[in-house]
């Protein structure tokens, strides 16, 4: 990204605002410390606040025997079980229909222990490549899993950084967690993700109400006046005091005219 070390003063000074009350946040787990639970987890945290997604996956692996069953359970079933107040429910459910198929079709299994042995990078390529998967979603399981320096980004957290103009609007959310990874050390790092989750689940909307066509001309009017310098407005009053005395004198000659 262009202007690096101003775009990074940008985002620290946000940083520190989510950290301010990251203390106060319960971290949320999934129920066994299986990479796998820990990958369903953080699809399912794509959709939801922390604790609407741990409750929901709960409710995924008490309904099922196994991951196995759950990967064949249809995404109807899927949609039921995460619960009608589940936000965007039926793209959530395919996305871990679509994750629980890819490691199938990858491993022939459903464990994912051996990511333990990789490296960060390796680790995290792997994940990211995994359909279902995203940026964010793999750098949790990096950071939760699998204990590597990860900070992750969703596109909650992204919108208020572009809104805020700590980033660019076209940043990547790839790029944004690079950013963050080189700005915030690892003992940090949880910290400032729980604090920015945090953060964009209790902001006020900046969505403005809608105004009518009059409000709209009074602004116009209201910025044009804001707009127009001193030496503007007394080029206007001399041409209005010009046309005014125009008005005057035709007036005075017609009158003339009719008593001739």
């Known amino acids: 990204m262009k202007n690096a070390s101003e775009i990074a003063r940008r985002v620290r000074r946000l940083v520190n605002q989510a950290k301010a009350g ?11 410390d299986d990479v796998t639970d820990h990958v369903l987890l953080a699809v399912l945290m794509r959709y939801a606040a922390d604790s609407a997604a741990a409750p929901a996956l709960r409710r995924l692996r008490e309904r099922t025997v196994d ?20 936000p965007q429910s039926k793209v959530a459910a395919e996305s871990v229909a679509r994750v629980l198929g890819a490691i199938f079709n990858r491993c022939h299994h459903l464990d994912l222990g ?9 680790a995290r390529t792997y994940l990211e490549t995994l359909d279902g998967m995203d940026p964010f979603a793999a750098a949790v399981v990096v950071l ?8 992750p980004v969703d596109e909650r957290v992204l919108a208020w950084f572009r809104e805020e103009g700590a980033v660019p609007a076209e940043a990547a959310q790839s790029d944004v967690q690079g950013l963050l990874e080189r700005i915030v050390g690892p003992a940090q790092a949880d910290a400032v993700f729980v604090g920015l989750r945090k953060k964009v689940a209790t902001r006020p909307s900046r969505a403005a109400a809608p105004r009518s066509s ?10 044009a006046s804001a707009k127009s310098t001193p030496a503007k407005q007394q080029a206007k009053a001399a041409a209005r005091s010009i046309a005014k005395e125009r008005t005057s004198r035709s007036k005075s000659s017609r009158a003339a005219s009719r008593q001739q």
Do not use: W
């Not at 990251?22 to 066994?32: G, I, L, N, Q, W």
């Not at 051996?114 to 390796?122: P, S, T, V, Y």
């Open 144 to 151: 939760r899993a699998l204990k590597h320096h990860a900070v």
């Open 214 to 223: 009059g409000d709209r001309a009074a602004r116009r009017e209201k910025s």
């Open 22 to 32: 990251a203390s106060a946040v319960e971290k949320v787990d999934p129920p066994t």
């Open 114 to 122: 051996f990511l333990h042995k990789m490296g960060r990078r390796e």
């Open 67 to 86: 991951l196995n069953e759950l990967r064949v359970t249809p995404v109807a079933e899927l949609i039921d079980l995460l619960g009608p107040a589940f």
